[in-house]
Nanobody, 115 residues
Framework: QVQLEESGGGLVQAGGSLRLSCAAS????????MDWHRQAPGKQRELVAS???????NYADSVKGRFTISRDNAKNTVYLQMNNLKPEDTAVYYC?????????WGQGTQVTVSS
């Protein structure tokens, strides 16, 4: 079983930046895809960004050019650097990892962007 601990959320003004971190622990044998999802109030959860074990990345159109996902395989940690934040980025952000075809979710961290 993989446990995920997210950190780095908070309140920021529009145009500001935040960096989210997510550290995986527990029974780790090899994490493949690591990604970030978010869910805004009244909206469905959506994929924000993903990164493979060899560094291939994918982003939602709404965050391209503003967000950067990265990972440190030695630390089993994934990051999300968020720049030029907008009020519409306000959401709970969830880290997920896939190991042996099984996906684990973190508890989520709140990101609030004020206008």
């Amino acid at each position: 079983q993989v446990q995920l601990e997210e950190s780095g959320g908070g309140l920021v003004q529009a145009g500001g930046s935040l960096r989210l971190s997510c550290a995986a622990s527990g029974s780790i044998f090899g994490l493949s895809v690591m990604d970030w999802h978010r869910q805004a109030p009244g909206k469905q959860r959506e994929l924000v960004a993903s990164i493979t074990s060899v560094g291939g990345t994918n982003y939602a159109d709404s965050v391209k050019g503003r967000f950067t996902i990265s990972r440190d395989n030695a630390k089993n940690t994934v990051y999300l650097q968020m720049n030029n934040l907008k009020p519409e980025d306000t959401a709970v952000y969830y880290c997920t990892v896939v190991q042996r075809l099984s996906r684990s979710w973190g508890q989520g961290t709140q990101v609030t962007v004020s206008s």
